[in-house]
């Protein structure tokens, strides 16, 4: 069965503080993953990575994936409050997105 | 800009009701789905259309069903509402095929059928 799981469920962290998010998969026919922010309402996208492994930045955004782990992460440095979110991951098969349970974070002042 | 919007951001309504949630994008893209999503359990795909009335089930299609009558809009239906079916709702839309782009989300539709 197709899955995406996402590691830690929620995480609270200090202002300045590294985060880093945790997305496995295990979808057939594997094309890329997509990582997104949610905050109040519409899920906005924040990296495309394929098994490619070359690693995307944004600002203190990072991102890459372990084509043999099946797995990526995302990394978030220097964090702010602004950076409160749910954090999604999906696994992008024959143009369906497979959604992971998301990482809510919250980062305190 | 990219636009993708919803016809209600709020909706309460009662066990066995009909209800329509509305979705249009203005980007004019083939792919359109529905996704619910429940805290801890992520977004679900319910149903999606790669074209003008063509319609496929996602993975938790029952309870639901779609409309598709014109490229820009996409309906979904709750033909009898249940309690479990209070939920947010969130419309996307994507260009073929899902490789070099993104999907696009509306601003999602909280639904309480109480």
């Known amino acids: 069965e197709d899955k995406v799981v996402q590691s830690p469920l929620s995480l609270v962290v200090h202002e300045g503080d590294t985060v880093t998010l945790n997305c496995s998969y295990e979808v057939t026919n594997f094309r890329s993953l997509l990582w997104y922010k949610q905050e109040k309402k519409a899920p906005t996208f924040l990296f495309m990575l394929t098994s490619s492994g070359i690693e995307k930045k944004s600002g203190r955004l990072s991102s890459i994936l372990d084509k043999k782990e099946l797995s990526s992460i995302l990394n978030i440095t220097a964090t702010q409050t602004g950076d409160s979110a749910i954090y999604l991951c999906a696994a992008n098969w024959v143009g369906k997105l497979q959604f992971g349970a998301g990482t809510q974070v919250v980062v305190t002042p | 800009d990219v636009k993708v919007t919803q016809s209600s951001r709020y909706l309460v309504k009662r066990t066995g009701e009909k209800v329509f949630l509305e979705c249009v994008q203005d980007m004019d893209h083939e792919n359109m789905f529905w996704y619910r999503q429940d805290p801890g359990l992520g977004l679900r795909l319910i149903y999606f259309?790669?074209?003008?009335?063509?319609?496929e089930k996602g993975d938790i299609p029952e309870g639901y069903s779609v409309s598709r009558e014109k490229k820009e809009r996409f309906s979904l239906i709750l033909e009898s509402a249940s309690t479990n079916q209070t939920s947010m709702y969130l419309c996307?839309?994507?260009?073929?095929?899902?490789?070099?782009?993104?999907?696009?989300f509306g601003p999602g539709t909280r639904l309480l059928v109480l």
């Open positions: 996307a839309s994507s260009p073929v095929p899902v490789t070099k782009e993104t999907q696009y």
């Open positions: 259309s790669y074209d003008v009335k063509m319609k």
